[in-house]
């Protein structure tokens, strides 16, 4: 106790109640699964972009194209647009039902192979969303995928533009699905969370700032959009928020049966598993077992 007990009892505790209530100790863990959780999915939604960007550099390199996202885009990215709604998440309330979790094990960790592959599979359909649209834009000028080059320095612009615009909209989207891990994203409200809409707020001045404000248009290689540009774009939010939600149980289904194989081969029980092996049990699934969830047929 950190009032009544004694100082012996206060040096050789591993706890002490500031307050003499035990109720604290509730508190205490209640705040600290929620700092937790916000901290995992601050990892997730800011390592979204990054394989957001990743897939610019895969095209670039893959298809022979113009470099679709500058490394000035990158850093307007990274430092700047997304460090208001990243911050504002660690500010998320605690989800309901939070105390009635068990235990978390030890073994787990702020960024795990789940926070990986959720940032992943999302980012990289982020990405791919972007560059479709910078592509477009690129070939009304009669360019086309191989060549490495533009002659119309505007159209590139254009394209450059609707990467950056196109990576942020996906993120707004990411935002809103990475808020709660329990409940329906559309039931939780944006009202729960003031900090979330100043800084998306914040996000989307910066942003047509960057776009629409002569002078920031030759330090980011930006260009201004047509509002028709901008409902497009921003057209991936819903989209992006439901396709995390449909692809979620594959993910964890996957990486149920990752963590048994990784149980398996600590036991040192002799486990082999080769691509003929995953085909076969998934055929099992689909014609004789369609009811079942793929981790029950692998597990």
């Given at each position: 106790m950190g009032i009544t007990g004694t100082d012996v009892a206060r040096e050789s505790a591993d706890m002490i109640l500031m307050d003499d209530n035990f109720a604290s100790i509730v508190n205490g863990i209640e705040e600290g699964r929620s700092v937790f959780d916000n901290l995992q999915k601050f990892n997730v939604y800011v390592f979204t972009h990054n394989w957001a960007e990743l897939a610019t550099f895969i095209a670039f390199v893959l298809l022979q194209t113009p470099l679709p996202l500058a490394i000035v885009g990158i850093?307007?990215?990274?430092?700047?647009?997304?460090?208001?709604?990243?911050?504002?998440?660690?500010?998320?309330?605690?989800?309901?039902?939070?105390?009635?979790?068990?235990?978390?094990?030890?073994?787990n960790r702020l960024f795990n192979?789940?926070?990986?592959?959720?940032?992943?599979?999302?980012?990289?359909f982020i990405g791919s969303f972007a560059l479709v649209w910078c592509f477009y834009a690129w070939s009304q000028t009669g360019w086309s995928i191989g060549q490495p080059s533009m002659t119309d320095y505007t159209a590139y612009l254009k394209g450059t533009t609707m990467v950056i615009v196109g990576i942020m909209a996906g993120q707004l989207g990411m935002l809103i699905a990475t808020r709660t891990n329990i409940k329906s994203t559309f039931s939780v409200s944006l009202?729960?969370?003031?900090?979330?809409?100043?800084?998306?707020?914040?996000?989307?001045?910066?942003?047509?700032?960057v776009v629409y404000i002569p002078f920031f248009s030759p330090v980011f290689n930006t260009i201004s959009l047509q509002p028709l540009d901008w409902i497009f774009?921003?057209?991936?939010?819903?989209?992006?928020?439901?396709?995390?939600?449909?692809?979620?149980?594959?993910?964890?289904?996957?990486?149920?049966?990752?963590?048994?194989?990784?149980?398996?081969?600590?036991?040192?029980?002799?486990?082999?598993?080769?691509?003929?092996?995953?085909?076969?049990?998934?055929?099992?699934?689909l014609l004789h077992k369609p009811e079942k969830k793929i981790s029950q047929v692998f597990l």
């Open positions: 850093l307007l990215i990274d430092l700047v647009l997304d460090i208001p709604p990243s911050l504002a998440l660690t500010l998320e309330p605690p989800e309901p039902g939070i105390m009635e979790r068990p235990p978390r094990k030890k073994e192979i789940k926070s990986l592959a959720r940032s992943g599979y999302i980012g990289l009202r729960h969370n003031k900090w979330l809409l100043i800084a998306i707020l914040i996000e989307l001045l910066i942003l047509f700032s774009l921003y057209s991936i939010v819903p989209e992006n928020t439901s396709c995390l939600r449909q692809l979620s149980p594959f993910i964890a289904s996957f990486l149920l049966f990752q963590e048994k194989l990784s149980y398996l081969r600590k036991k040192k029980y002799h486990y082999s598993l080769n691509l003929s092996n995953v085909i076969t049990r998934l055929f099992y699934l």
